[in-house]
């Protein structure tokens, strides 16, 4: 059925469809509009046989699906952010317990300093806890991996991340076309755990592991990894075949057929993406991109095989690894390893930096000519940058970074505020 709705709820009616048994929530924007929606179809019956619980925490809420899955019940949580790394330890203890939990990331900045708009800090931290990560471009494609993680997670006893932009897609109203429960009922079977916790034949989880064995325990986590690249691509088809569209699979090529430069990206910056590839393309441009949808586990074969015939690759990412640059580009310079392909990192977006078509045709242009530096910061503002620099080195007591900058920016606000 299609519906003007939030991205958020669209989630929400997606994995209430799914049938979860379990659902553990706490609060953390951009993601509480979720476990909200959840709550209500819980509340008025829609969602049967579903166990809502409110805790206090996200350490909690990920605790309690643990417990709730090693059981054999179906679970789901959410959150954001500082919350995710709030549960860190569970977030490990998940993946390593190969528990099936499904768990929605409205991507938010890590502070400090405060800020609570997008981009990719938060699962990129978690990228190697051992779960899988699928990260989704359009809330259409957000609603159909919640389906599809369920299905990967069931299949492999394995914790799926679908990390969804915050407020670029959370809290964007836009046309969802919301399934049955028939369909999803056709699509994703009842819940039957792999390992399950029973009185009448007890076992303990979690046991402590020495170095006679603990490189073979996470060696097999790796291993259901390599699985995951191999039932990703299965499970989108048969998804396309039930619902009539496509979604999820491991990398989408787009204009990449003759294109000389290929943009890699994460997320919802893709249609902002496409959109300057036409427009070059129009141009006169060689231009193409791919989406990644899989990051965790990293299709390496595929995007070596969507990036063949490229002269160079530009990574575009919305997360920063401070004394490297990015993140993403380690993983697509290892797929590419042998090649002798420039591959250029862009960090753009940190803290919900608006991206626009004309810094990003710019930007492109710029890299057709292969005169992008190795790490580029997209509409960095140097000026401000230089000023903190300066102050750092002259003045022992230079004050705390970010006030420095904000009253560099917005005087008056800074005067406001205190």
């Known amino acids: 059925m299609l519906k003007q709705i939030e991205g958020s709820q669209a989630v929400a009616e997606a994995v209430a469809l799914c049938r979860p048994q ?40 990920l605790s309690v ?30 993946a390593g317990l190969g528990l099936p939990i499904v768990m929605t990331v409205g991507n938010r ?10 981009d990719h800090s938060d699962s ?24 599809q993680a369920f299905k990967l997670a ?4 394995c914790p799926v991340m679908v990390c969804m932009d915050g407020f670029i897609l959370t809290h964007a109203y836009e046309r969802v076309d919301i399934p049955t429960q028939d369909q999803v009922d056709a699509f994703l079977p009842p819940f039957e755990p792999v390992q399950q916790v029973d009185p009448a034949k007890p076992y303990s989880i979690g046991a402590m592991v020495g170095p006679e064995a603990f490189s073979e325990v996470r060696y097999l986590a790796h291993q259901k990894q390599m699985e995951a690249l191999e039932r990703i691509p299965p499970i989108a088809a048969a998804f396309a075949e039930v619902f009539g569209r496509e979604a999820g699979g491991l990398v989408r090529p787009y204009r990449t057929e003759d294109a ?19 427009a070059e393309r129009d141009a006169g441009a060689s231009l193409g991109s791919v989406s990644i949808c899989s990051f965790r586990p990293f299709p390496l074969a595929e995007l070596r095989d969507a990036l063949e015939g490229a002269k160079r690759v530009v990574c575009l990412e919305k997360s920063l690894a401070p004394g490297l640059g990015g993140v993403l580009a380690s993983n697509v310079r290892m797929a590419l390893r042998g090649q002798a392909l420039p591959v250029y990192t862009v960090i753009a977006g940190l803290g919900g930096r608006v991206i626009t078509r004309k810094s990003l045709a710019e930007l492109f242009r710029r890299a057709a ?50």
């Open 369 to 418: 000519r292969d005169s992008l530096e190795d790490v580029t910061f997209l509409d960095l503002n140097w000026e401000v940058v230089h000023e903190q620099l300066a102050r750092a080195r002259d003045v022992r007591h230079s004050g705390p970074i970010a006030e420095n900058l904000l009253k560099a920016l917005n005087p008056g606000l800074v005067r406001r505020l205190s």
């Open 109 to 118: 900045a890590i502070g400090a300093p405060i800020n609570i708009w997008n």
């Open 65 to 94: 699906a643990i417990g709730a899955s090693a059981v054999g019940a179906r679970a789901y949580t959410a959150t954001a952010s500082q919350g995710l790394l709030y549960m860190a330890e569970a977030v490990y203890n998940a």
């Open 22 to 61: 379990v659902v553990c929530a706490y609060p953390i924007t951009p993601q509480t509009h979720i476990v909200e929606g959840v709550g209500a179809l819980v509340k008025s019956g829609t969602l049967e046989n579903c166990e809502f619980i409110n805790v206090e925490s996200e350490f909690a809420a």
């Open 124 to 147: 990129m931290a978690m990228k190697d806890a051992g779960w899988i990560q699928l990260h989704a471009e359009t809330n259409q494609e957000a609603a159909d991996l919640h389906i």
């Open 154 to 157: 069931e299949s492999l006893s």
């Open 260 to 278: 000389e430069t290929v943009v890699v990206a994460l997320g919802s910056i893709n249609g902002t993406i496409k959109e300057v590839v036409d």
